[in-house]
Every structure is written in structure tokens, then in C-alpha cells.
């Protein structure tokens, strides 16, 4: 059984986050919406709670988020996403529906989970360009597994997707830390070494 501690600091279930985008008459996926996020918050950009909660209501195409349980979602998958990407100690994941939901559909989300990385990532001014060479091919995979995913009725093996699966989640947080560096002249203090 998960500790107090452990349920905050994990991100929202994914079928109960689901039900209750559905119940708000939402479109889109859980997935979906969580790469968003992290590829906004990639790019260095971040969100007032209230400007997170319009803005996750817009990709979604709810007109009017009034549900209290759905508010209270989106903020715990904005403030558990944010304290994954920024820790380091390399918890940051993917909300993903469960082991037991059927293969074809965890390779769809993983699919919807890159194109929404990729888009909040470009719609927060991210640029490729600015990127190593290893976070630029990172990314050009995600655009990949995005086509791929989604064009895929094959049921595949559970082998190759938790490998693709970990591959995508690490060059989430790459292209996170490059991003989000603070500059040198405020990491060091002058005169220190940089050792």
C-alpha cells in the first residue's frame, strides 16, 4: 500500500483522470494532455494555477471546467509533473493507462503522449535547433513514435514498448534539463571554481 507521501507525489490515475475528462465532456487523452504539459514545461515556459486550469480546458475543448474532482486533478498533475521533471533523482514518468489495459491501446497513448510533448514544446517557443545533438535526435524520435504509435493496430510485445517507453520518459527529461539550465553566471558565484 502507497503512503500519504507516495499517492502526492504520484501523478493522477490515469482511467480515473480519464472518467473525469469524460464527465466534463472533454476530447482528447489523459496521455495526451500529460506530454503537453511536460513538453511546455521543457521549453523553460510555466503556468499560474489558473492559467493551467483555462489552458488544460482548451486542449480538451471543455467549455466550462466546474468540476471540483477534475480541477483538483489537473493541478496535482501539473505540481507532481513539474517536481518529477526538476528533482533529479530520474521519477519523472509517463501517465500511461495500466499494465493490464491491452497493448495496442498503451502504444496509442505512448503515441498521443509524444505528439502532445511536441506540440506544448513548440507552442511554449521551444526550438529544435537550440537543442545537442543528442536532445535534437531525441526529439526527432518522438515525432517517430508519434506517427508510428498512431498508425499502429499491431498488438506488439511487451518487451519492445517498455523499451521504447523508457527511451521516451529519458529524452522527456533531456530535453528538460537542457532546457532548463540556469544560466552560468547565476549557478556560480565569481571567483568560484567551477568544479
Known amino acids: 500500500m502507497l503512503s500519504e507521501d507516495s499517492v502526492e507525489k504520484a501523478l493522477p490515475d490515469f482511467d480515473t483522470l480519464a472518467n473525469e475528462l469524460l464527465r466534463a465532456g472533454g476530447f482528447g487523452s489523459p496521455s495526451e494532455l500529460h506530454g ?18 483555462s489552458t488544460a480546458a482548451e486542449i480538451l475543448e471543455i467549455t466550462e471546467l466546474s468540476d471540483q474532482g ?5 493541478h496535482r498533475l501539473y505540481r507532481v509533473s513539474l517536481e518529477q521533471l526538476t528533482c533529479g533523482d530520474f521519477s519523472f514518468s509517463l501517465l500511461m493507462p495500466d499494465d493490464e489495459t491491452a497493448m495496442a491501446q498503451r502504444s496509442e497513448s505512448l503515441g498521443l503522449w509524444c505528439h502532445g510533448f511536441l506540440s506544448g ?14 536532445a535534437r535526435d531525441a526529439f526527432r524520435d518522438m515525432v517517430q513514435v508519434a506517427q508510428i504509435a498512431l498508425d499502429s493496430d499491431d498488438d506488439g510485445n511487451e518487451a519492445d514498448f517498455i523499451e521504447v517507453y523508457e527511451y521516451i520518459r529519458m529524452s522527456g527529461l533531456l530535453i528538460f534539463a537542457e532546457c532548463n539550465q540556469p544560466a552560468l553566471s547565476e549557478s556560480v558565484p565569481p571567483g568560484e571554481p567551477l568544479h
Open 36 to 53: 503537453c504539459l511536460c513538453g511546455h514545461l521543457a521549453a523553460g515556459d510555466r503556468y499560474e494555477p489558473a492559467s493551467w486550469l
Open 70 to 74: 477534475l480541477a483538483e486533478s489537473l
Open 121 to 134: 514544446y513548440s507552442i511554449a517557443g521551444g526550438v529544435e535547433d537550440k537543442l545537442s545533438e543528442d
